[in-house]
Nanobody
Framework: QVQLVESGGGLVQAGGSLRLSCRAS????????VAWYRQAPGKEREKVAE???????NYADSVLGRFTIGTDNARNSRWLQMNGLRPEDTGVYYC?????WGQGTQVTVSS
């Protein structure tokens, strides 16, 4: 059974940085597409970054230039480096792959 576990969230001041990790168990990351989503209170879940099966990286306009998605095959994980955080980045962040969601990790950015 595949499980995804996100970690790295927390409370940070505006302008700060966090690095989220999505670790998989039960299956190895290979070339499968992986995406990071976030959901703010009262809003729909939105995709913020992805790595396609071809290795291309795509970002939502709202995070372009501030967030970076990457791979760590040694730890069987995918990560999301978030710099220049803003209060509007607040939400629960989820990774998604293999038609599976993680449980999410809370990111709160204070102004």
């Amino acid at each position: 059974q595949v499980q995804l576990v996100e970690s790295g969230g927390g409370l940070v001041q505006a302008g700060g940085s966090l690095r989220l990790s999505c670790r998989a168990s039960g299956r190895q990351f290979t070339t499968n597409a992986v995406a990071w989503y976030r959901q703010a209170p009262g809003k729909e879940r939105e995709k913020v970054a992805e790595i396609t099966h071809e290795g291309k990286k795509n970002y939502a306009d709202s995070v372009l230039g501030r967030f970076t998605i990457g791979t760590d095959n040694a730890r069987n994980s995918r990560w999301l480096q978030m710099n220049g955080l803003r209060p509007e980045d607040t939400g629960v962040y989820y990774c998604f792959t293999w038609i599976t969601w993680g449980q999410g990790t809370q990111v709160t950015v204070s102004s």
